[in-house]
């Protein structure tokens, strides 16, 4: 249930910076939103921890930010996966986004999750 959760919001999040960067984030609709936060965390499954021990060395160098690297880049992998339906423009939109998902989902978790945990 959380999964699924987690799922919808990434998919309203999509939405969201689709409407508000429509220059260089593109999402046709929110079937495809739905489908790309899908296969995001499909992706954050399988390819996200070999990423991580791949390059593992980059990321405690930088103690941790690397990890908003390769979230971008599993977001320029739902990008050639999704292929016209869902558009980010460049790498650097991808990292963008990375980090707006990140904040987004740590105020969502900490405020509405975590609250309706402790009743």
Not at 40 to 46: A, G
């Amino acid at each position: 249930m959380r999964w699924l959760l987690g799922v919808l919001i990434n998919a309203v999040l999509f939405m969201a910076m689709a409407g508000y960067f429509h220059d260089s984030f593109h999402v046709t609709g929110f079937t495809a939103a739905v489908q790309a936060s899908f296969l995001l965390s499909i992706l954050n499954i399988l390819v996200r921890p070999l990423l991580i021990l791949l390059t593992l060395p980059a990321t405690v160098l930088t103690l941790g930010l690397f990890l908003f690297v390769i979230n971008a880049i599993t977001l320029e992998l739902t990008d050639y996966i999704m292929g016209a339906s869902f558009e980010i423009s460049s790498f650097g939109m991808a990292l963008f986004a990375s980090v707006i998902m990140a904040i987004v989902n740590l105020i969502i978790q900490k405020t509405i999750l975590e609250p309706s945990k402790k009743q």
